[in-house]
């Protein structure tokens, strides 16, 4: 059944919303100290509208994260529903979220505000959906077995850090990278062993403490 459209008042909330969430992230990614001012101005809506949707600085920011942490967790359960190859269904994982580029949010906003139960509830959910692929890779024996699920986040955020003046040459530089990364992690790697222990299970939780 066709959702009804909302009404012209809701309509334009739910526009407002949208483009003030769009202006956030292109304003906090830039600089994360930025004013609240600069994100109506980015957003063309007016200050009072921008606080009537949000408290402050930090629950916009908050509400960037746990958006990053929505679309992450609804790449993850696509994934897991196409029951295909297992190599294939991780390849389609991992270009989908670098793609995303969520973790963009994560290396530029971690620690710039206090995380609230709600954002720690989407963080879990979204660790233990990549836990499932991570296992079902791991199971048919298509990745090295040295590899652990620590490991994927900062592989993300690798790729996050490849950015380019122009958007679409940032989307090609990551496929380049995501296939040469895609080509590291798989059982018949040139490389032997990874040096270096891989990640332990929350080591880089602390980075979401706010700043002094």
């Known amino acids: 059944m066709d959702e009804k459209p909302l009404p012209g008042r809701q309509a334009q909330a739910a526009r407002n919303d949208a483009a003030i969430l769009a202006a956030a992230r292109t304003v906090f990614l830039r ?24 408290a402050g600085k930090e629950e916009l920011l908050r509400q960037l994260c746990v958006a990053g942490l929505v679309e992450f967790i609804s790449i993850a359960r696509g994934v897991l529903t196409r029951d295909g190859d297992p190599w294939q269904d991780f390849v389609a994982f991992v270009t989908e979220i670098v793609i995303a580029d969520v973790h963009a949010i994560t290396v530029k906003l971690a620690g710039t505000f206090t995380p609230d139960a709600q954002l720690g509830a989407l963080a879990e ?30 592989l993300f955020e690798q790729l996050t850090a490849v950015r380019a003046s122009e958007p679409a040459r940032t989307r090609e530089l990551r496929h380049r990278y995501l296939a040469i990364l895609l080509d590291g992690v798989r059982v018949d790697a040139a490389t032997g062993v990874l040096p270096g222990p891989a990640p332990g299970a929350g080591e880089f939780a602390g980075r979401w403490a706010p700043r002094a």
């Open 125 to 154: 959910q979204a660790s233990e959906l990549t836990a499932q692929i991570f296992d079902q890779v791991m199971r048919a024996g298509v990745v090295r077995p040295e590899l652990r699920v620590e490991d994927l986040g900062l």
């Open 31 to 54: 600089d994360p100290s930025a004013p609240i001012s600069a994100v109506a101005a980015e957003a063309g809506v007016g200050i009072s509208a921008l606080y009537h949707r949000y």
